[in-house]
């Protein structure tokens, strides 16, 4: 038996995965074994609350028994059926997916994550208007792919792996003229998001937003707006571009969509047109297992109300947020449950701060940016946590 096989405390996992592990992610040390609602657990049984979602993908939170249920009910009947062939979970997510889903939007292909909705979408848009053209935002985040990399702002994420996708051009969001200037005859597609996640949490102005969706009308581009963060109740509403009255060309989505099995999902309007077969494809994609989960998740987010309770306990975290007195405080911005407080300096000693235990509860948030910590977490956190959750920031402040 290697000394790996008995790996019990956290130290040992730590060195364990740091060994085998790629090393792309940039790793806190604490090793979470277990969730419930708001809440997960590390080996050593320190208890934290999950401002994290994983990202924002744990919307109905940690181990909810409906999800439970249903993914054990389906890995026992069948867990994969290709797209070659007809599956009942398959027509009825898809059936779903137009339902809930922004005004126009008629059809769905499914697919395992935000980066891979992102990917069909620039493909579509290109096939579909036979141009080449792509409008994106600075500060905009949409994966890192390379089609998705390459509609990505961030030097950062880009620089080490150019030459990217060529036709990509790169407009300052928020300012209209730019906008203008810059979707053309030869666009393809301007892709926004409705809240810049990575770039700040920063929404997008309304005006702007409704700007592109005219322009694209207009001038024959597409409008593609990427929901993958921002999807399934996040911002108080089941999609963002509701709270916008927008109607979107494509809607890209992923993270929340299946309650922590990966899926993401690329809806299209009429305006896209018919695809031809094999334009794209997944084999993973609109798997049965997926697809029975992001119908229990889309089930329990409306039936418990989640977009609602997104909007009540969002305004409750900024609210809380704004009321810290600090001089290191430069703003609190959001949407539900997509909350930013930007800082004078780096945000990464106070995440760490937060994160150890007082008391045997840790609070696990993002950065986003150098500056700003994010809070997204799963939108059935409670009224008392969100109270904990302001009381340890306004505490890991002041004490620095």
Same mark, same amino acid.
């Given at each position: ?29 604490? /090793? ?31 181990? %909810? ?32 997916? /137009?339902?809930?889903?922004? $005004? ?30 792509? /409008? ?5 985040? %949409? ?6 990399? $390459? ?12 030459? =990217?996708?060529? +036709? ?8 209209? @003229? ?50 993958? @963060? ?12 509701? %709270?916008? +009255? ?21 809806? &299209? ?29 889309? %089930? ?11 909007? =009540? ?7 809380? &947020? ?6 290191? /405080? ?11 407080? @930007? =800082? ?9 701060? &937060? ?11 993002? $950065? ?19 109270? =904990? ?8 402040? $002041?004490?620095?």
């Amino acid at each position: 038996m290697t000394p790996e096989a008995n790996a019990v405390t956290g130290e040992d996992y730590v060195a364990l995965e740091n060994r085998y592990t790629s090393g792309v992610y940039g790793k806190q040390p604490i /090793v979470l074994t277990r969730g419930e609602g708001s809440r997960v657990w590390d080996v050593e049984g320190a208890e934290y609350i999950d401002c994290t979602s994983g990202h924002g993908v744990a919307n109905i939170g940690h181990a %909810h028994p409906v999800l439970v249920e249903t993914l054990a009910r389906q890995a026992g009947r069948l867990v994969t059926a290709p797209n070659g062939f007809y599956n009942p979970q398959r027509a009825r997510l898809l059936r779903e997916l /137009v339902r809930i889903g922004p $005004s126009g939007l008629e059809r769905a292909y499914l697919c395992n994550s935000g980066a891979e909705a992102v990917e069909a979408a620039l493909k579509f848009a290109r096939i579909s208007r036979g141009r080449t053209k792509v /409008v994106s935002t600075m500060r905009g985040f %949409h994966g890192r792919t390379m089609g998705a990399l $390459s509609a990505t702002w961030e030097k950062a994420y880009r620089g080490p792996f150019e030459p =990217l996708v060529p +036709g990509f051009t790169f407009v300052p969001c928020g300012r209209i @003229q730019p906008l203008e200037e810059a979707v053309d005859e030869n666009t393809a597609a301007v892709i926004v998001e409705i809240v810049q996640g990575e770039g700040g949490v920063n929404p997008v102005p309304v005006e702007y937003l409704q700007r592109a969706e005219t322009l694209c009308r207009e001038r024959g581009a597409l409008l593609v707006v990427d929901e993958v @963060q921002t999807g399934f109740g996040r911002t108080g509403r089941m999609f963002a571009s509701e %709270h916008y +009255g927008l109607e979107p060309d494509v809607l890209c989505l992923a993270k929340a969509m299946a309650g922590g099995v990966p899926m993401g999902a690329t809806l &299209l309007g009429p305006r896209v047109g018919e695809l031809p077969v094999q334009a794209h494809g997944s084999t993973f994609g609109g798997n049965a297992l997926a697809c029975a989960a992001a119908l229990a998740t889309i %089930h329990i987010i409306e039936s418990e109300g989640l977009a609602q309770q997104a909007a =009540l306990r969002g305004n409750q975290l900024m609210d809380g &947020l704004r009321r810290i007195d600090s001089p290191l /405080v430069r703003e609190v911005r959001g949407m539900g449950l997509m909350v930013g407080l @930007q =800082l004078k300096s780096h945000a990464a000693p106070y995440l760490a701060a &937060l994160a150890r235990p007082v008391d045997g509860v840790g609070i696990l948030a993002l $950065s986003a940016g150098s500056t700003v910590m994010r809070f997204l977490p799963p939108l059935v956190i409670e009224e008392e946590a969100i109270e =904990l959750v302001v009381a340890r920031v306004a505490a890991v402040i $002041s004490e620095r």
